[in-house]
């Protein structure tokens, strides 16, 4: 388990890296992951070191988890948009995961980062874990079809017990 949490951000960068360098076009596609780790993976680790406060970090992480659930309705509700399914939404919420540890961690006190008054420490950790839940039913709504086909796969396969 520990080197799980050791080695499981190395080889998210590994994987984000690899598909960035063999299909660039994906990351810039807003109904795709691809923005999303990037928000997940870059910008809360670098507001995480740079900032003093944890506003913007948790300004970014309000309007991401804000875009999330759009992006859920939209695909749940009007199905409008052409959203690229993927394992790779599956690192996002990974991505987000680490990045809400993190967070906490740091918000800790062991890291430096202050938390205002006004926003306590549950509260950010409250935020985070919207953030996480909002990207996961987000990847589950662009994968809902892949999804019900491994289910039918898995009924199929069972259905003879």
Do not use: K
Request: aromatic letters at 10%; glycine letters at 10%; hydrophobic letters at 50%.
């Amino acid at each position: 388990l520990l080197a799980g949490i050791v080695v499981g951000p190395f080889l998210l960068f590994f994987w984000v890296g690899l598909l960035t360098y063999r299909h660039p076009s994906a990351v810039s596609n807003p109904l795709g992951p691809g923005p999303h780790c990037v928000v997940a993976m870059l910008a809360v680790p670098l507001l995480i070191v740079f900032c003093q406060s944890a506003i913007p970090l948790a300004v970014v992480i309000a309007c991401h988890t804000l875009v999330a659930l759009a992006g859920t309705l939209e695909s749940t509700l009007l199905g409008q948009l052409p959203w690229q399914p993927g394992t790779f939404w599956g690192l996002v919420v990974y991505a987000a995961v680490l990045g809400t540890y993190t967070t906490g961690v740091v918000s800790e006190g062991r890291g430096g980062m202050a938390v205002p008054r006004h926003l306590n420490r549950r509260e950010l950790a409250l935020l985070g874990w919207s953030w996480v839940l909002a990207l996961a039913s987000l990847a589950v709504a662009v994968n809902r079809e892949r999804l019900r086909g491994r289910f039918r796969d898995w009924q199929q396969r069972h259905a003879g017990n």
